[in-house]
């Protein structure tokens, strides 16, 4: 079956580390997203991408960066860990060809910076 | 600028009645609009989805209305049970009018039913 997987589940960094969070889908889906969740603030987005070579900044950008080189994958990168990005991360990915909007969401990464 | 808001953090109800969750927004246009289940720990789950053009939308027990005159979708749990204890969220396309864009996403209502 198809799925969505994030790695690691769990992490621990030191403020200024640079952090990778993976996120591989096998749906062949050309929309993939990045949202962060914090309690007071729900689901916000971070970056997503449309198809390959194709990158945007969401609400909260700053401090994140992604890269998409092949449809399965889009990594997100910490530049410099800060402890206000302490927080629980969830990649999704979606169709882009059909009239399917819905979202399938990975189990999520929790991230904390110490 | 765009606004979502559900109206209730928390909805306490007792087994067998109907709950219903509000999702109301602003400074949007939406093609469409979602709702998803978030259990503790895990990422949501897509229930269902509505169009602007459809006022009603049925799953099972699930009932979502969309009225845009109003900016406004009510989420329907018909008959709850203990096991639809979760947290619900709605979301509206980022883009107005402009299906399949990311998604912006409610705070969520917490659901409890009990027994």
């Known amino acids: 079956d198809a799925e969505i997987t994030q790695s690691p589940r769990h992490k621990i960094t030191e403020t200024g580390r640079q952090v990778t969070l993976a996120c591989h889908q096998t749906w062949n889906h050309n929309n993939m997203f990045w949202y962060r969740q914090d309690l007071g603030h729900g689901l916000r987005l971070i970056h997503y991408?449309?198809?390959?070579?194709?990158?945007n900044k969401g609400e909260v950008s700053d401090g994140y960066s992604v890269s998409r080189s092949n449809t399965e994958d889009l990594p997100l990168t910490l530049e410099s860990a800060a402890s206000s990005q302490t927080s629980v991360y969830f990649c999704?990915?979606?169709?882009?060809?059909?009239?399917?909007?819905?979202?399938?969401f990975g189990p999520g990464t929790r991230l904390t910076v110490t | 600028s765009q606004k979502i808001e559900q109206n209730s953090e928390a909805l306490n109800i007792q087994e067998g009645k109907t709950a219903t969750l509000t999702c109301n927004y602003t400074n949007y246009s939406p093609a469409y609009l979602q709702w998803y289940r978030q259990d503790p720990g895990r990422g949501p789950v897509f229930l269902l989805l509505?169009?602007?053009?459809?006022k009603e939308k049925r799953k099972e027990r699930l009932k979502v209305t969309f009225d845009t005159t109003l900016k406004q979708s009510l989420f329907h749990i018909t008959a709850s049970q203990p096991a639809d204890s979760a947290t619900y969220l709605c979301a509206l396309d980022m883009l107005d009018n402009q299906a399949g864009t990311a998604l912006i996403f409610g705070k969520g209502t917490t659901l409890s039913v009990s027994s």
């Open positions: 991408s449309y198809g390959v070579q194709d990158t």
């Open positions: 999704a990915s979606s169709e882009s060809e059909t009239e399917i909007y819905e979202q399938y």
């Open positions: 509505i169009r602007e053009n459809e």
